[in-house]
């Protein structure tokens, strides 16, 4: 019953909600506020386990509980958002602010290595003008960016859009046919866990490695770090994942193609040719001719005494996309990614956030700071693994040590 009870808990929209599931499914009644104090419950015994698992990992203590050494593994983090407040102010929501909870994404991986690249063309849905200006727009618009200033994005972008897609260059039959042709080169998810937080990321890396030493990650033979290029991410991949090969995200580098093709011309239907070279040569891992590219552009509008708005604001597409693409250059050999079976996109762990962000982020929905959504997290993370982790803890967790027990009269 405690089981149906954390399920309802972390995988319904609000405790409220939990309950009316479980008095309809479960023929349980009970409260919402004792689903919320059952789940807390137990999302804080599970942030003890887990911190009990960080300090065995940091001791050089913590062994791999998975005897099979997986051939392919990925690692992916990214951030969400999460609405919190100040606690103990008495009734209403006092200070209202966003706090970052960090995922964490490992995955065992069905793929094998490849003599040479095993799709060396572009993906249709790249070339595609309207998916690709949506994505940009998807991207840019909201990821990273609070609510507000992703609304505002949004409808920047959305004249524009409208614009390209009515301009989108079709996609070639024959290329579609082709590529329809060629058998699956994407690495497939095997088994799935999840590590989240509203710590720093000083404390999230150890969190990851020790889930990661847990599956026994370093001993694959192929491992992949895929990030979406912030410096934080492989600040973690140094410190915790040396080994691992890192991947910056191609669809994040792609976004910054695009906004640098945008601003390389003053025509509006004139970019779309540069964008698909310049894609072209980013998917066959010549990220120095389109570097040298931008840099040619880049010096002339550098050289402006008086630049116009327009020009400056060319400058500055221009410039986001050469320093993006000179901070991870080391991380874009895409084709020897692609022999190995490794992922280039991180999208799973994309995925994974709008999965952890349907329980914990919602219309005027708010955690306390920080204790608040931290042990809901962990249910949350628990019931988006594979392993069964919630079933398993149930299973071992002591007895209530505040319920009382009867003593036998002599």
Known sequence: MLAKIAYAGGDTKSFAKGG??????AELTITGRHVGRLTTLLGEELVQARDQEVAAYRRRELTPQVGNVPQAVAVETDGGRVHTRVPDHGPGVHE???????????????????????????????????HVCQLVQEIHGMGGASPENAENAEKARET?????????????????????????????????????????VHAFGPMVAAEAQRRNFFAAARAAFVGDGQASNWTLQRTWFPEFIAIADF??????????????????????????????????????????????????????????????QRLTALEKGLTYLQNNASRMDYPRYRRLGLPIVSALVESLIKE?????????????????????????????????????HLQNRPGNAYRRQRTQAA
Not at 20 to 25: D, F, G, I, K, S
Not at 175 to 182: D, L, N, P, Q, S
Not at 371 to 387: C, F, K, Y
């Open 160 to 200: 524009t859009c409208a614009a390209e897609r009515d301009n989108a260059v079709p996609e070639l039959a024959a290329t579609e046919e082709k590529t329809a042709r060629k058998p699956r080169w994407q690495p497939k998810r095997l088994v799935r866990t999840v590590v989240a937080t509203l710590q720093d």
């Open 356 to 392: 952890m962000n349907w329980r914990v982020k919602g219309s005027e929905k708010f955690w306390n700071d920080p204790a608040g959504a931290e042990p809901i997290l962990q249910v949350r993370a628990a019931l988006l693994s594979d392993d069964d982790r919630l079933a398993r």
């Open 96 to 130: 209202p602010h966003w706090r970052e909870d960090k995922i964490g994404f490992l995955a065992t991986l069905e793929g094998q290595e490849h003599a040479s690249d095993p799709h060396a063309e572009v993906p249709c849905c790249y070339l595609d003008q309207k």
């Open 251 to 312: 669809v994040h580098a792609l976004t910054y193609i695009y906004e640098s093709a945008r601003a390389s011309t003053t025509g509006s239907d004139e970019f779309w040719p540069t964008y698909v070279r310049w894609l072209t040569a980013l998917w066959e891992g010549r990220v120095a001719e389109v570097s040298a590219d931008l840099a040619a552009l880049v010096e002339p509008l550098r050289a402006q005494r008086d630049p116009s708005s327009q020009d400056q």
């Open 20 to 25: 009316q599931q479980l008095a309809r499914l």
